[in-house]
């Protein structure tokens, strides 16, 4: 009750119960981890150490910040806290200004909760991932980071992970040609020459162009550079071979068009170019190079291709 009336308790009497209440403002807080296995938050994280973070409640409900949303930055161990609210803030979204080359992981939008009166709503703790920059993707880093391939490879293609055999996913018509029929995380730990040295540099360049093929919309993750130019090798044979893989001219590869090349240098049944393996055309370690070429490049957009 805000207001209260005095009644007749009659002659002499008391006129008893006009009680008030009052909630006390409450506070928010959490605080910035560095993810530093891009898996969310967990244990191994450690607290953000980098420029501040910008925090802020989304007070207009716009899912983005804006003028007049209430903010405040991490301080240098990556904590944070907004005070002063009050029972109509209960509800509210809060969410962080994801800072520049980095992923954010985890719990992407925390809630403010009721602490009750005067109290503290702890743990809305924000994680990030924050890749090297300008790393190439050779088949290594693949290889290394297993986590990241299955995201990428699920998220192009429903049901698919690290075990799923290479022919599968270059789409063999004759599975004969490479013996062993390896998952595409043993084609990137092949060892060796000729076939095995196509193995893992085009299933470490499928991995990357399939990343580029998915679009993740306003909001989500940038995606990878994974075009070419002249700059992406001095060997003007390597950029004529990546020409004749780019069948449709827009100097970004295509996931078909490094399952085509593979296909038609290994003279896969059905397979759908015929620019490699004939006489005169490149051959088996000139398209390796190629996929290696794409692979070792230092890419603008770093490493920004995660779950």
Excluded: C
């Amino acid at each position: 009750t805000l207001v209260q009336t005095i009644d007749n308790p009659g002659s002499g009497g008391t006129d008893t119960g006009n009680d008030f209440t009052n909630f006390r403002n409450f506070s928010i807080s959490g605080t910035k981890y560095e993810d530093l296995t891009g898996d969310g938050k967990t244990a191994d994280d450690i607290p953000w150490s980098h420029d501040p973070v910008t925090i802020f409640i989304d007070d207009d409900n716009s899912g983005d910040f804006s003028a007049g949303d209430r903010t405040t930055t991490t301080d240098a161990s990556g904590n944070w806290s907004i005070g002063g609210l009050t029972l109509e803030d209960v509800g509210k979204s809060i969410y962080e200004l994801v800072p520049a080359g980095s992923q954010q992981t985890g719990i992407l939008v925390q809630t403010v909760d009721n602490p009750g009166s005067g109290g503290v709503d702890t743990g809305n703790d924000f994680t990030n991932f924050l890749p090297p920059p300008g790393q190439g993707l050779t088949p290594g880093f693949w290889k290394n980071h297993i986590d990241i391939l299955n995201q990428e490879l699920g998220e192009f293609h429903p049901g698919w992970n690290s075990n799923t055999s290479f022919e599968t996913i270059f789409g063999f018509q004759n599975l004969n040609i490479i013996s062993g029929t390896p998952s595409i995380a043993n084609a990137l730990a092949a060892k060796g020459g000729g076939i095995h040295h196509l193995e893992r540099s085009s299933a470490a360049a499928y991995l990357s162009a399939a990343v580029t093929a998915v679009p993740d919309g306003p909001g989500g993750k940038p995606e990878l550079n994974f075009s070419f130019s002249a700059a992406t090798s001095p060997n003007p044979a390597i950029i004529s071979i990546l020409n004749l893989i780019d069948a449709n001219h827009d100097h970004t590869l295509q996931p078909g068009e490094v399952t085509a090349a593979v296909r038609d240098v290994l003279n896969d049944t059905g397979a759908p170019t015929s620019n490699f393996g004939l006489t005169g055309q490149p051959g088996i370690e000139d398209v390796a190079n190629a996929f290696d070429a794409m692979n070792n490049q230092t890419h603008p957009d770093a490493s920004v291709f995660l779950i």
